[in-house]
């Protein structure tokens, strides 16, 4: 399938981002982890939240930072994949958003580890839509990070700690900047609503 074709059928997008650790419940994204890296449970079944079986809170937190965990490895393997089309300021910028989402990964397994979790690995490969052209990055890009803004602003809430909550309201914020560069880059409006909301 195309980026263009992926990117108008709302199923193709949804059944991508459920296998990648994004479940979409009530038109918002939610975080799920039954799909994320070595993680699945034989016995629990896919696309069930662990969130649900969570049994307190510091349990609830390791399930949400994983389920973010998931999408922060999908989203570096997202830009090492297109990175081959990248050119100029655009592979500059590519490479740049790579780093940030390896750092968030990278703070986001600490913080698992430092509530006596143990975060998820990335998966071996993902099967992204066919991407052809710089146009084509840029675009899945965009719709990666929207998706990763409305699970950030979905899980946000549901966070117990607050230092966990300040954490992933910087990531979030992160992510919107990474939208407006690729915006900029496609030719459209860096900054197109007053407020990130994102997208499922």
């Known amino acids: 399938m195309d980026v263009d074709q992926y990117l108008r059928d709302p199923l ?17 994204a939610v975080f799920l982890s039954a799909c994320g890296g070595e993680q699945e449970s034989s016995a629990g079944g896919a696309g069930q939240s662990e969130v649900t079986k969570a049994k307190g809170p510091e349990e609830t937190d390791i399930q949400i930072l994983n389920g973010a965990l998931d999408l922060e490895h999908m989203a570096v393997a997202a830009y090492t994949a297109g990175a081959k089309l990248l050119k100029g300021a655009t592979l500059t910028a590519g490479k740049a958003f790579r780093e940030h ?24 490969g993902y099967d992204f839509p066919s991407l052809r052209t710089e146009e084509d990055v840029l675009k ?7 998706t990763a803004v409305a699970a950030y602003l979905d899980a946000l809430p549901k966070l117990a700690k607050p230092e966990l909550r300040a954490t992933a309201a910087a990531i979030v914020t992160n992510e919107a900047e990474h ?22």
């Open 101 to 124: 989402e390896l750092e968030h990964a990278s703070g986001l397994a600490n913080a698992i580890k430092e509530l006596g979790g143990k975060p998820h690995k990335a998966k071996r």
């Open 179 to 200: 939208i407006s560069v690729l915006l900029g880059a496609l030719g459209e409006d860096p900054v197109p609503e007053a407020f990130v909301v994102g997208k499922d």
């Open 12 to 28: 193709s997008r949804r059944r991508f981002f459920a296998l990648s650790g994004v479940g979409f419940a009530g038109g918002s």
């Open 140 to 146: 899945f890009a965009v719709d990666v990070e929207n």
